[in-house]
C-alpha cells in the first residue's frame, strides 16, 4: 500500500508491475488476510495504525479480486483501465509528427513487442500491455535468480526505454511531473 501509493505518483508502469506482484501474492497467500498479515504486512516496521490500514488495503484487494472473478488469473479492472489509458496514449504519440524521439523508441522496440504479443496468445490486448507483462516476466526471472539471455537483455531496454518514456508522457499529462 505504501509502496504503491508511492509509485503510482512517480511511476505508472512501475505501479501496475507492483499491483500485478501484489496480485500474485494474494494469490500464493490463497486469499487468506491472515496469512498475508504474516508473511507480508508483519514484515513492515511501521506503527500498528499504518499496519492496520495494510490489512484493509489488502483486504479490499482481495474482495475486488473476488468479485471480479480473478482468483486464478487476471488483473484487477481498474489496472486494465489504467493500461487502456496507456495504450490510447502510445497510440496517439506513435501518430504524432512532433513526437519523433518517442516513435523512434517504438520503433527500436517494436520487433520485440511483436514478439511478446506473439507469445502472449492473445492475452496481451495491445503493444503497452505486452511490454508490461514481459517486463513483468522479467522481474519474476529476476527474483527467481535466473540469468536473462542476451536477447532478452536487449529486448528489456528497448522496450524499457519506450515504457519510460510513455511514463513520463502521461504523467505530464496527468500534470504530475
Not at 506473439?118 to 495491445?126: E, H, L, T, V, Y
Not at 536487449?154 to 502521461?170: E, G, P, T
Request: hydrophobic share 35%; with cysteine; charged share 30%.
Amino acid at each position: 500500500m505504501i509502496i504503491a501509493r508511492e509509485k503510482k505518483k512517480t511511476n505508472i508502469a512501475e505501479y501496475i508491475l507492483y499491483m500485478w506482484q501484489i496480485e500474485d501474492m494474494i494469490r500464493a497467500n490463497r486469499f487468506d488476510l491472515n496469512q498475508i498479515d504474516k508473511n507480508i504486512i508483519q514484515q513492515f516496521d511501521q506503527p500498528e495504525e499504518v499496519k492496520e490500514e495494510m490489512r484493509e488495503w489488502y483486504r479490499d484487494l482481495i474482495q475486488r479480486m473476488e468479485d471480479e472473478g480473478i482468483k486464478e488469473k487476471g488483473h484487477l479492472q481498474f489496472l486494465d483501465s489504467i493500461i487502456d489509458e496507456l495504450e490510447n496514449l502510445h497510440k496517439s504519440l506513435i501518430r504524432d509528427p512532433n513526437q519523433l524521439e518517442y516513435v523512434n523508441a517504438y520503433n527500436k522496440a517494436k520487433e520485440s513487442i511483436n514478439d511478446l504479443k506473439s507469445k502472449s496468445q492473445g492475452s496481451a490486448r495491445g503493444d503497452i500491455e505486452a511490454c508490461l507483462q514481459g517486463l513483468y516476466g522479467i522481474l519474476i526471472l529476476r527474483l527467481q535468480q535466473k540469468e536473462l539471455n542476451p536477447a532478452t537483455k536487449d529486448a528489456q531496454a528497448s522496450i524499457s526505454n519506450l515504457i519510460a518514456m510513455l511514463n513520463d508522457k502521461y504523467m505530464e499529462r496527468k500534470g504530475m511531473q
